[in-house]
Structure formats: structure tokens, C-alpha cells
């Protein structure tokens, strides 16, 4: 990597042109839908309502850690479902057809799972494709969080994705404890905004002998960080502590490897690098000791599986529609499948399913590879362009520089008071990126469908609207279609009345 772009010519646009050429994962491109410049200023949406100017040129979407991008075999497989549906009705629960290769209603789950497992680094009986990332936390943890009076607390990390920070609380405060005892958040050691695994580790040892559970994310959605999963997990492990991770910015981004690294659970949203859609079907994890069903026992009184939340949908599907309550009783399918509750959307589904038909186009290894070298190629443009050595005060990168220490995205800081003026500009020339008030931009070349001439045009966009802002002379903001992601504190804090143990 450094050897590639240690040339001169790495800052002409002839070299990410080299690049774009060269690249064996070029053609997935092809199979999503870019926005153009055009779609992206049009108020509607029938594009005959615009003169086809030279804005019809595709944006540069770099906004895959928020949304990811559609697919063109989106609409194709759920027109397919939507004839399945018009034409069977209820029979489509059971009924294969033999133009197509989408399951029956009642089988696509599995065949979301199958296909999820190598994403993550599972065996397919330890993923379930179901419900919403905080939903399915809520879940995990009410099987997983078993508090008791010596063991009670949960540690998490001081800078949570909000959703994970309200779930944890109130999963605390539903099993009788106090957040304000019971919630350790751990904050980073130093001036850094990243946590080292080391300091994470020493928080760990800390609290251990009153830790019930723990749960950090795989990403950090902030700065980018990716966590030592392997090593932290195998820490906890040590300290008799079960542990699960937010995977919402890993799962699709980088390698995993959740069976071999023996994490407990773990789960994620498929609507940002999985690119299934907005609010899309999420998954989980659980590790196959934790699925172990006894389908030989013959009282259920006895503890024949984990103890969970249960619904008909996580029961074994040969007793799945028998109405009995008492006999049969609830016998859950082996492995994460009996951590479902209610019925799926099939629709919904199959939009996941469409999805996750690209990923087995390539494998994680090849996409992470070339994620590294687009995500390098960016921070080698924005550290060490002319540019940025005579302006070099306007903007630092925050997300790691080690490149196992991160995925796709990085995180910039920019000098206070700029944001609104970069962003404008940046929309201007149809651009789009994420952005975490009051100063960070979030930046994600995902390899399935950015490209390195992409990286290459964002910088040259990206430091001219820098400058323009830097000086005052950025477009006033007018209704911004930046991401906006919220507030966040530069300094990592939370407001003064949230209730926690920090560490």
C-alpha cells in the first residue's frame, strides 16, 4: 500500500484512473443505482422534469456507513415476491417456483442466513436475519444479561451510539439496578477520542468481579475505530464475562470471524454496508454454545435451552403452526433461529436477500482488500496533497491511521465554525458524505460500488470548499441534503444528566 501510493503521480487523477482499471471488483458497480447530480437538486421524482443537463453526471456518494446504495436487483427480486403474493396469496408460504430462485414465504429467512453467515464469520446456524438492531438487543440482552447480586453491571462505551446507550439503560433499570451503579462507560484515557485496547482491558479488570456483561461496538460510529474484537472478547471470556458487539458499522465493511473468535452474540442493521434499505431487516448472532436446544428431553420444565423471549416464529417449524399451548410446549429451532419472535416481512427480506446476493458475487477478503487500499488512497490525498501542506490547519483526521484499526470510514475534524460552509459547498457539486455536529465529517468509500477516481474528485471538492470555508467565502447553507447525523461533544462527553459509572 505505501509503495503504491508513495508515487508522485498519486495525486494526479491519471493514477485513480490507473487504479479504477486494475480494479478486479470494478464490475459490481454495475449493479447498484448511482445517483445522479440531477436526482440529487430535483424535487420530484419522475426524472422527465428536468432538461438533462450536465448534472445527469453520477454524484459521489460516499455515504455508505449511513445508507448504503440500492441495487437494480432490489426492484427485480421484490417485483418477484409481489407476483409470488399476487397470484398464490397464502399458498406462498409454502409454494417454490420453478422460475425463480426465491424462496417460499415461509424458507426465505433461512436463506437470508445462509447467505449473512460468511459475512460475519459464521456457521449459518448462528445467524437469524430478523426485527431491528436495538430491538434484537433488547433481546440478546434480556438472555444474556442475567444480573444477580454480586454480578450486575454492564460496561459499554462512554461515546455508544445513542440507541444502544437508551438500551442498555433501561435493561438495567427493568432488572431492578441503579445506571448510575450498574452502567460503566468507558472513556478514552487520554486527549484521544479512540479507546486503546489496552485501556479497555484495564476498565475490564476493574469492575470484573461485579460485570454481568459487556457490550462495545465492532466500529465505532464516531471516529471509525475498529475494535479488537478477537482480543477483547477473549479477555472477557477470561474474567468469566459474556460479551456481545454492535457490529452496525462492521458487518459488510470489514472481516469477521464471530464463530472463531468465540463471541457470545453480537448483532447489526443491513442498511448500511449490506445495502438492503432503509430501516431494512437486521441480524444477530449467537455462538453455538449458547443455541444448544435438548430435543430430548422429555420435561420442558427442565432447563432443556437458554432462557429467552420466545415467539411461534423462533419454534421448530414441524410444530410451528400447531395452535396447541400446552402440548406441544415452545421447543425453539437450534441456534439463533430460536431467538426469533413474530413472522418477517418477506418483503422486507427479500430486498436483504437481494442484497446479500452481491456479496456472494466476491468474498469479505477481496473487498476488505481493496476497502484498504480506497479508504489509504483517501487519507494519502487529504494528508499529503500541496494543498493540505499550506492549510494544514483546517481539518485532521480523528479515526486511526492503522488500517486494521479501521474500516472504510474516516472521520474529520474540522476547524470549528466550518462545517455548514464546507457542507454547502460539497452539496454544490453533488456530493454526498455524513455529517456529526458541531465540526466531523464522516467520509465512506465502500468498495462495492465507489471507485478510486471518486476519492480522487471528493479531495479536490473537499479541500477547495475547505478553503472557501476557512476564509468565509463558503455558499451560505440553504436546506442542506447532507446526512445529518446530530450533536456530538468534540470532547466525547454526555449531558450532565445521564446516569452512569465512568471509567
Given at each position: 500500500m505505501a509503495v503504491l501510493l508513495g508515487?508522485?503521480?498519486?495525486f494526479d487523477r491519471a493514477f485513480a484512473e490507473r487504479l479504477d482499471q486494475e480494479d478486479p471488483l470494478k464490475h459490481l458497480r454495475d449493479q447498484f443505482i448511482i445517483p445522479s447530480k440531477a436526482d440529487l437538486?430535483?424535487?420530484?421524482?419522475?426524472?422527465?422534469?428536468?432538461?438533462?443537463?450536465?448534472?445527469?453526471?453520477?454524484?459521489?456518494?460516499?455515504?455508505?456507513?449511513?445508507?448504503?446504495?440500492?441495487?437494480?436487483?432490489?426492484?427485480?427480486?421484490?417485483?418477484?415476491?409481489?407476483?409470488?403474493?399476487?397470484?398464490?396469496?397464502?399458498?406462498?408460504?409454502?409454494i417454490d417456483h420453478d422460475d425463480t430462485d426465491i424462496p417460499a414465504f415461509l424458507n426465505i429467512d433461512d436463506a437470508a442466513a445462509r447467505k449473512m453467515a460468511p459475512i460475519v464469520g459464521a456457521q449459518e446456524t448462528e445467524v437469524a436475519v430478523m426485527e431491528t438492531l436495538t430491538a434484537n438487543l433488547h433481546l440478546l440482552m434480556a438472555s444474556f444479561y442475567l444480573p444477580t447480586k454480586e454480578k450486575y453491571k454492564?460496561?459499554?462505551?462512554g461515546k455508544a451510539f445513542p440507541s444502544d446507550h437508551y438500551a442498555v439503560e433501561s435493561q438495567i433499570r427493568y432488572r431492578g439496578f441503579d445506571p448510575k451503579d450498574a452502567m460503566v462507560l468507558i472513556e478514552p484515557a487520554d486527549s484521544s477520542v479512540t479507546l486503546s485496547t489496552s485501556h479497555i482491558l484495564s476498565v475490564i479488570d476493574l469492575h470484573a468481579?461485579?460485570?454481568?456483561?459487556?457490550?462495545?461496538p465492532g466500529i465505532q460510529y464516531y471516529t471509525g475505530q475498529f475494535l479488537d474484537v478477537k482480543t477483547i472478547t477473549a479477555y472477557a471470556h477470561s474474567k468469566a464475562i459474556i460479551i456481545g458487539w454492535d457490529l452496525a458499522h462492521a458487518a459488510g465493511n470489514v472481516e469477521l470471524y464471530l464463530h472463531?473468535?468465540?463471541?457470545?452474540?453480537?448483532?447489526?442493521?443491513?442498511?448500511?454496508?449490506?445495502?438492503?434499505?432503509?430501516?431494512?431487516?437486521?441480524?444477530?448472532?449467537?455462538?453455538?454454545?449458547?443455541?444448544?436446544?435438548?430435543?430430548?428431553?422429555?420435561?420442558?420444565?427442565?432447563?432443556?435451552?437458554?432462557?429467552?423471549?420466545?415467539?411461534?416464529?423462533?419454534?421448530?417449524k414441524s410444530s410451528r403452526f400447531k395452535m396447541g399451548n400446552l402440548a406441544p410446549e415452545f421447543v425453539p429451532i437450534p441456534g439463533a433461529g430460536g431467538f426469533q419472535v413474530g413472522n418477517p416481512s418477506a418483503l422486507a427480506l427479500t430486498a436483504v436477500l437481494?442484497?446479500?446476493?452481491?456479496?456472494?458475487?466476491?468474498?469479505?477478503?477481496?473487498?476488505?482488500?481493496?476497502?484498504?487500499?480506497?479508504?489509504?488512497?483517501?487519507?494519502?490525498?487529504?494528508?499529503?496533497?500541496?494543498?493540505?501542506?499550506?492549510?494544514?490547519?483546517?481539518?485532521?483526521?480523528?479515526?486511526?491511521?492503522?488500517?486494521?484499526?479501521?474500516g472504510a470510514q474516516l472521520s474529520v475534524l474540522l476547524k470549528p465554525n466550518m462545517l455548514e460552509g464546507v457542507l454547502a459547498e460539497l452539496e454544490k457539486d453533488g456530493i454526498v458524505v455524513d455529517e456529526r455536529k458541531p465540526d466531523v465529517i464522516r467520509i465512506a468509500p465502500t468498495p462495492l460500488y465507489n471507485t478510486f477516481t471518486d476519492v480522487?474528485?471528493?479531495?479536490?471538492?473537499?479541500?477547495?470548499?475547505?478553503?472557501?470555508?476557512?476564509t468565509g467565502q463558503a455558499v451560505e447553507p440553504n436546506g442542506s441534503t447532507m446526512v445529518h447525523g446530530g450533536f456530538d461533544e468534540p470532547d466525547g462527553a454526555r449531558s450532565s444528566n445521564s446516569m452512569h459509572s465512568t471509567a
Open positions: 508515487s508522485d503521480n498519486a437538486k430535483r424535487k420530484t421524482l419522475n426524472k422527465s422534469t428536468h432538461n438533462g443537463d450536465a448534472t445527469d453526471t453520477p454524484s459521489i456518494y460516499l455515504c455508505g456507513n449511513s445508507l448504503g446504495l440500492q441495487s437494480h436487483r432490489v426492484a427485480e427480486r421484490i417485483n418477484v415476491h409481489l407476483a409470488a403474493w399476487a397470484t398464490k396469496g397464502v399458498l406462498g408460504h409454502f454492564i460496561i459499554i462505551e468481579s461485579s460485570t454481568a456483561l459487556i457490550l462495545l472463531e473468535w468465540d463471541v457470545d452474540f453480537a448483532a447489526w442493521c443491513n442498511y448500511k454496508y449490506i445495502n438492503a434499505g432503509p430501516g431494512a431487516v437486521a441480524g444477530l448472532f449467537v455462538h453455538e454454545k449458547h443455541g444448544h436446544v435438548d430435543m430430548t428431553a422429555k420435561d420442558r420444565s427442565e432447563e432443556t435451552f437458554r432462557p429467552r423471549l420466545c415467539g411461534w416464529w423462533g419454534g421448530e437481494a442484497s446479500l446476493e452481491i456479496f456472494a458475487m466476491t468474498d469479505m477478503k477481496s473487498l476488505r482488500t481493496k476497502s484498504v487500499t480506497l479508504t489509504g488512497y483517501l487519507e494519502h490525498l487529504l494528508l499529503h496533497s500541496s494543498w493540505m501542506n499550506q492549510t494544514s490547519n483546517l481539518y485532521r483526521i480523528i479515526t486511526p491511521s492503522d488500517p486494521n484499526e479501521r480522487w474528485d471528493f479531495v479536490q471538492i473537499f479541500q477547495k470548499a475547505c478553503e472557501k470555508a476557512g
